[in-house]
Every structure is written in structure tokens, then in C-alpha cells.
């Protein structure tokens, strides 16, 4: 799977929006962008993922550059619960090798 | 409901103990995974199991047996437990097809 870099923190103030930058350069073809959030002492929590168009849920947007080598993940209204450390992962889907390989993710501090 | 639950949640032993960790889900996904998060905070998959089949092993060393008895349940046994083994444990599950992947809360694992 291809190699990820995220900033090591970010300060966002409540109720702005938190635009969260991932570049994976070597990204594959068939491999797509995934994001987690880990709060603190609780398990990762899926948040969005993409191959190469943007897309959108309750929780997030993603968007991914047309050469796909970076993305963003946007939170549109950050608030105090927002603060986590968030993981960009790409992942390739072949056989049934789905393991998730985490690096050191963004903390995200949003302020009141 | 809880989708994925482990017991216990927190975990104070020996060394040289053995102990084990529970693993259930009731999403009704057919593969299951162990995760080490250690003090570092970085997160690396330990186990996959696919229908009750091991299909990931990342050379994680052999006093830890993972036990399958159905698809909803996936227990991790530890022999022989060392301060090194000091971390939280979470554990996951996913469709066949890696989507839908569900992390539980953790067992934070302290060998005294």
C-alpha cells in the first residue's frame, strides 16, 4: 500500500471549517484514500473514502486532486468534539488482504 | 447495540501471565482483526481471520494465539506476558470485501 504524509498537528477554531491535507504521491490505480478519526481511548471511526471523485457525507467532504496524489478531507463546521488525531490511509483492495496500515496521522485541536 | 465489543476493557497483569481478550461482533461480517496500539500511539495490525481462517499474520510472536470459533468472534490468547506487551488491543471487523470496517472501544493491556 502506498505511503502517506500528514502534518503532525493543526489548530482549527470552532465552528470553522478543518481542512485536514494528505499527500500520497505513489498512490495505484486501484488503490483508494481512506480517512479515520481516532478520539482519545476510543477505537478508530471510519469517516469517508474515495478513489478519485470527490465525495461528500454527514461528517465530511474529501476531495482528491485530478492526479490523485493528494487529498483533503474537510470537516465544514468544526466543533470541540471534532479534536482527534485523524488518519489518511490508501489502501488497495487485492485478495482478501484487507489490513489498514495507519502512520501518525494530524492531530486536530479545534478551540472554543 | 454495540456492533464490535471487547472484554474486558482494561487489563492489569503479571508477567509471565497468561491472559485473554474477547472479541464479538454482531454486524454480521465475515472477517475479523487484531490491532496493537503502543505507547508511541502507532496503530499496526496484528491478525486478520476470514471466516474463521487466518489470512493475516504480521509476524506477531507465537505466545499470541488468536482463536476464531465462528465468524462473530475473534479472542486473543497471550502466553507469557511481558512489559513490552503493554498496549491497547483493538480489535475490528469488515465485509468480505474490506468495506464497512468497525473498530471496538480497546483493552488497555498494563503488564506489572
Known amino acids: 500500500d502506498a505511503k502517506t504524509t500528514q502534518p503532525t498537528s493543526m489548530d482549527c477554531a470552532e465552528g470553522r471549517a478543518a481542512n485536514l491535507p494528505c499527500n500520497h504521491s505513489?498512490?495505484?490505480?486501484?488503490?483508494?484514500v481512506y480517512w479515520y478519526r481516532q478520539i482519545h481511548s476510543q477505537g478508530p471511526q471510519y469517516i469517508i473514502h474515495?478513489?478519485?471523485n470527490n465525495e461528500t457525507n454527514e461528517m465530511a467532504s474529501l476531495i482528491i486532486t485530478e492526479d490523485r496524489k493528494s487529498s483533503t478531507l474537510i470537516l465544514p463546521h468544526a466543533t470541540l468534539r471534532d479534536t482527534a488525531v485523524y488518519y489518511c490511509i490508501v489502501r488497495a483492495i487485492r485478495g482478501s488482504n484487507y489490513k489498514l496500515t495507519f502512520g501518525k496521522g494530524t492531530l486536530l485541536t479545534v478551540n472554543p | 447495540d454495540t456492533a464490535v465489543s471487547q472484554t474486558p476493557k482494561y487489563l492489569v497483569t503479571q508477567m509471565g501471565n497468561d491472559k485473554s481478550i474477547k472479541c464479538e461482533q454482531n454486524l454480521g461480517h465475515d472477517t475479523m482483526y487484531w490491532y496493537k496500539q503502543d505507547s508511541k500511539k502507532f496503530l499496526k495490525i496484528m491478525f486478520s481471520y476470514n471466516n474463521k481462517e487466518l489470512i493475516i499474520n504480521e509476524t506477531v510472536p507465537n505466545r499470541f494465539s488468536p482463536k476464531s470459533p465462528d465468524k462473530a468472534h475473534l479472542n486473543l490468547h497471550i502466553n507469557s506476558l511481558e512489559l513490552g506487551d503493554s498496549a491497547v488491543y483493538f480489535c475490528?471487523?469488515?465485509?468480505?470485501?474490506?468495506?464497512?470496517?468497525?473498530f471496538g472501544s480497546g483493552t488497555r493491556l498494563t503488564v506489572v
Open positions: 474515495g478513489l478519485k
Open positions: 505513489t498512490i495505484s490505480g486501484n488503490e483508494y
Open positions: 475490528a471487523s469488515s465485509r468480505h470485501d474490506g468495506s464497512g470496517y468497525t
